[in-house]
Nanobody, 126 residues
Framework: QAQLVESGGGLVQSGGSLRLSCTAS????????IGWFRQAPGKEREFVAA????????KYADSVKGRFIISRDNDKNTLYLQLNSLKPNDTAVYYC???????????????????WGHGTQVTVSS
Protein backbone atom coordinates (compact mmCIF):
# COMPACT_ATOMS: atom_id res chain seq x y z
CA GLN A 1 0.00 0.00 0.00
CA ALA A 2 1.36 3.40 -1.00
CA GLN A 3 2.28 5.59 1.94
CA LEU A 4 3.91 8.94 2.47
CA VAL A 5 5.32 9.84 5.86
CA GLU A 6 6.42 13.35 6.77
CA SER A 7 8.88 14.19 9.53
CA GLY A 8 11.06 17.02 10.74
CA GLY A 9 8.49 19.45 12.02
CA GLY A 10 8.80 21.24 15.33
CA LEU A 11 8.85 24.52 17.19
CA VAL A 12 11.26 27.18 15.96
CA GLN A 13 11.72 30.89 16.54
CA SER A 14 11.00 33.45 13.86
CA GLY A 15 13.93 33.61 11.46
CA GLY A 16 14.91 30.01 12.14
CA SER A 17 15.10 26.99 9.86
CA LEU A 18 13.75 23.46 9.65
CA ARG A 19 14.13 20.64 7.15
CA LEU A 20 11.12 18.49 6.49
CA SER A 21 11.37 15.01 5.00
CA CYS A 22 8.81 12.93 3.15
CA THR A 23 9.55 9.24 2.81
CA ALA A 24 7.61 6.95 0.50
CA SER A 25 6.84 3.30 0.99
CA UNK A 26 4.90 0.89 -1.17
CA UNK A 27 5.80 2.73 -4.37
CA UNK A 28 8.81 4.19 -6.14
CA UNK A 29 8.93 7.90 -5.45
CA UNK A 30 11.20 8.46 -8.42
CA UNK A 31 8.36 8.02 -10.92
CA UNK A 32 6.26 10.85 -9.49
CA UNK A 33 6.33 14.59 -9.14
CA ILE A 34 5.73 15.44 -5.50
CA GLY A 35 4.17 18.44 -3.85
CA TRP A 36 4.23 20.05 -0.43
CA PHE A 37 1.13 21.71 0.96
CA ARG A 38 0.30 23.28 4.30
CA GLN A 39 -2.79 23.97 6.31
CA ALA A 40 -3.03 26.49 9.10
CA PRO A 41 -5.84 26.36 11.68
CA GLY A 42 -9.08 27.64 10.21
CA LYS A 43 -7.62 27.97 6.73
CA GLU A 44 -7.76 25.93 3.57
CA ARG A 45 -4.91 23.68 2.54
CA GLU A 46 -2.56 25.61 0.28
CA PHE A 47 0.19 24.79 -2.16
CA VAL A 48 3.77 25.36 -1.01
CA ALA A 49 6.11 23.74 -3.54
CA ALA A 50 6.42 20.96 -6.09
CA UNK A 51 9.27 19.16 -7.80
CA UNK A 52 9.48 17.15 -11.00
CA UNK A 53 10.48 13.50 -11.20
CA UNK A 54 14.19 14.12 -11.59
CA UNK A 55 14.22 17.42 -9.71
CA UNK A 56 14.95 19.59 -12.72
CA UNK A 57 11.78 21.64 -12.34
CA UNK A 58 10.60 23.22 -9.11
CA LYS A 59 7.62 25.43 -8.38
CA TYR A 60 6.90 27.57 -5.34
CA ALA A 61 4.10 29.60 -3.91
CA ASP A 62 4.90 33.30 -3.94
CA SER A 63 4.70 33.38 -0.16
CA VAL A 64 7.66 31.01 0.23
CA LYS A 65 9.72 31.78 -2.86
CA GLY A 66 13.31 32.59 -1.91
CA ARG A 67 12.91 31.10 1.57
CA PHE A 68 11.94 27.45 1.03
CA ILE A 69 13.81 24.90 -1.07
CA ILE A 70 12.33 21.64 -2.32
CA SER A 71 14.62 18.77 -3.28
CA ARG A 72 14.58 15.01 -3.62
CA ASP A 73 16.80 11.96 -3.35
CA ASN A 74 15.22 9.23 -5.44
CA ASP A 75 17.79 6.67 -4.33
CA LYS A 76 16.50 7.15 -0.77
CA ASN A 77 12.87 7.41 -1.88
CA THR A 78 12.75 10.69 0.03
CA LEU A 79 11.71 14.26 -0.61
CA TYR A 80 12.84 17.30 1.38
CA LEU A 81 11.59 20.79 2.09
CA GLN A 82 14.12 23.20 3.58
CA LEU A 83 12.35 25.99 5.42
CA ASN A 84 14.47 29.11 5.99
CA SER A 85 13.73 32.56 7.39
CA LEU A 86 10.61 31.21 8.98
CA LYS A 87 7.80 33.58 9.96
CA PRO A 88 4.92 33.10 12.40
CA ASN A 89 2.47 32.87 9.51
CA ASP A 90 4.35 29.82 8.23
CA THR A 91 2.86 27.95 11.19
CA ALA A 92 0.83 25.05 9.80
CA VAL A 93 0.67 21.32 9.33
CA TYR A 94 2.82 20.48 6.32
CA TYR A 95 1.87 17.63 4.00
CA CYS A 96 3.59 15.93 1.11
CA UNK A 97 1.46 14.53 -1.68
CA UNK A 98 1.76 12.54 -4.89
CA UNK A 99 -0.47 12.34 -7.96
CA UNK A 100 -1.85 9.08 -9.29
CA UNK A 101 -0.30 9.69 -12.69
CA UNK A 102 3.43 9.25 -13.03
CA UNK A 103 5.79 11.89 -14.44
CA UNK A 104 3.39 14.83 -14.67
CA UNK A 105 3.56 17.87 -12.40
CA UNK A 106 -0.01 18.46 -11.25
CA UNK A 107 -1.71 21.80 -10.94
CA UNK A 108 -0.82 23.47 -7.62
CA UNK A 109 -4.11 22.60 -5.93
CA UNK A 110 -4.91 19.85 -3.43
CA UNK A 111 -7.49 18.23 -5.71
CA UNK A 112 -4.77 17.44 -8.28
CA UNK A 113 -3.00 15.12 -5.83
CA UNK A 114 -4.20 11.68 -4.84
CA UNK A 115 -1.93 10.33 -2.10
CA TRP A 116 -1.20 12.24 1.10
CA GLY A 117 0.84 11.82 4.20
CA HIS A 118 -0.54 12.58 7.65
CA GLY A 119 1.43 15.79 7.99
CA THR A 120 4.02 17.25 10.32
CA GLN A 121 3.43 20.30 12.51
CA VAL A 122 5.58 23.39 12.07
CA THR A 123 5.17 26.11 14.68
CA VAL A 124 7.03 29.40 14.40
CA SER A 125 7.09 31.62 17.46
CA SER A 126 7.52 35.37 17.26
Amino acid sequence: QAQLVESGGGLVQSGGSLRLSCTASGFTLGYYAIGWFRQAPGKEREFVAAISVRGGTTKYADSVKGRFIISRDNDKNTLYLQLNSLKPNDTAVYYCAAPRQAYIIPEPVPSAYDFWGHGTQVTVSS
